[in-house]
């Protein structure tokens, strides 16, 4: 009997794990680096039962990340989908409300289908205009009010996992100023876990 539990990671270069590693969609077959550069590695040391795909792609935006979902999400089966997407839409200067009709046709693809979703907050850059911050915390204030829209979403505010006590518009580390260290995606991952146990045994 096969009792692992397969998740599907689907996102840009936060889920993909850059700049340490690149994802099996990037790299593959399995992928390539670093493999503690992804929060998918983090969730399956937590959990060996989940099998957590890493469906990341760097420099993606969420009508990309969209555009894949029947081959990355749908084929897979999965019992969730972690979603996280929209900083490669806020750094080219696409509009916040197409974000958001970006992100919720993936989320309303995923409840058809049945599968549960865990929808991530855009996480920080340390090179973000004043003006992307302002966007960038549109999106997620939208996101985080989800749940009292769609009993199927649960949201993990990844970007208060990994940004700066200091300045919440800052990584709390980062090797590249534009992306969590691999201390930052095992945060990431511990904020992802917490909603996600909730979610699969729900």
């Known amino acids: 009997m096969n009792d692992r539990v397969t998740i599907v990671a689907l996102g840009d270069s936060t889920t993909a794990g850059t700049p ?8 593959p077959p399995a992928g390539s680096g670093d493999q503690r550069s ?3 590695y983090w969730l399956m ?9 890493n469906a990341g792609v760097n420099g993606e935006r969420t009508d990309e990340i969209a555009a894949r979902f029947a081959r990355d999400v749908l084929a897979a089966r999965p019992r969730a989908v972690i979603v996280i997407g929209g900083v490669n ?10 974000v958001e009709r970006n992100l919720r046709s993936i989320y309303n693809r995923a409840r058809a289908a049945g599968i549960v979703v865990v929808a991530g907050t855009i996480i920080p850059f340390n090179t973000a205009t ?9 999106v997620n204030a ?3 009010s989800r749940p ?8 993990a505010d990844t970007r208060r996992a990994v940004a700066s006590n200091d300045d919440p ?5 980062s090797p590249d100023d534009l992306h969590p260290s691999a201390d930052g995606y095992r945060r990431m991952a511990d904020e992802i876990r917490r909603v996600l146990e909730g979610a699969v045994a729900g």
């Open 89 to 98: 839409d806020i750094y080219q200067s696409r509009r916040v409300d197409e």
């Open 38 to 40: 992804q929060y998918a």
């Open 45 to 53: 040391q937590a959990h060996p039962e989940w099998d957590v795909r």
């Open 142 to 144: 939208w996101i985080l």
């Open 20 to 27: 340490g590693f690149r994802s099996p969609i990037e790299s």
């Open 148 to 155: 009292d829209r769609d009993t199927n979403l649960a949201v």
């Open 130 to 138: 004043p003006e992307q911050n302002r966007r960038m915390r549109q």
């Open 169 to 173: 518009d800052r990584l709390d580390g």
